[in-house]
T-cell receptor, first 113, second 112 residues
């Protein structure tokens, strides 16, 4: 069974600083998608960024970027210039067969003013 | 606006009662999913459906049932057989190609 592991239950960052959230996964497939979702206090899940495994270039969306290491099965999220609105629970997810997503346990990010 | 609507947002139920959570989407997505979220455990897949009149069990299907009679609708019934039903339930849909999920706002079920 595929597993996704987020080893940091909680992280904190000062406003305007950079923070990196870690994620590792386990799969035997060669082509798949990886995602980072954000869940603010409203509980609405929002897609932050997506990475296709066959693409070597790391995905970037404005202040959010990933460090995708396929051989190491690592998929970390970097948030630059952190803002108060970035405070949320962040979930790493991997697409499995049948377009199912397997989620990690989440990392609660606090942004300090 | 296109999106996913879940109702009710909050639901209380007595032990031994079945309850049905509604999920409707107007995104014209083929695939729909139900996830359960408990504190510290992330999201776990209950059931999913990739096409009308067909659905598959996820990782924690015991005590739950679903139907998919229309493309737009994927209701989840939490039966009295579910031993620990108090949780936050999230419905999602996807086009099915990229794997990206679009989520509803969730339903919080509390068993009294």
């Amino acid at each position: 069974a595929q597993t996704v592991t987020q080893s940091q239950p909680e992280m904190s960052v000062q406003e305007a600083e950079t923070v990196t959230l870690s994620c590792t996964y386990d799969t035997s497939e060669s082509d798949y998608y990886l995602f980072w979702y954000k869940q603010p206090p409203s509980r609405q899940m929002i897609l932050v960024i997506r990475q296709e495994a066959y693409k070597q270039q790391n995905a970037t969306e404005n202040r959010f970027s990933v460090n995708f290491q396929k051989a190491a099965k690592s998929f970390s999220l970097k948030i630059s210039d952190s803002q108060l609105g970035d405070a949320a629970m962040y979930f790493c997810a991997q697409e499995t067969s049948g377009s199912r997503l397997t989620f990690g346990e989440g990392t609660q990010l606090t942004v300090n003013p | 606006d296109g999106g996913i609507t879940q109702s009710p947002k909050y639901l209380f139920r007595k032990e031994g009662q079945n309850v049905t959570l509604s999920c409707e989407q107007n995104l014209n997505h083929d695939a729909m999913y139900w996830y359960r979220q408990d504190p510290g455990q992330g999201l776990r897949l209950i059931y999913y459906s990739q096409i009308v009149n067909d659905f598959q069990k996820g990782d924690i299907a015991e005590g739950y049932s679903v139907s998919r009679e229309k493309k737009e609708s994927f209701p989840l019934t939490v039966t009295s057989a579910q031993k620990n039903p108090t949780a936050f339930y999230l419905c999602a849909s996807s086009i099915g190609v990229t794997g990206e999920l679009f989520f509803g706002e969730g339903s919080r079920l509390t068993v009294l």
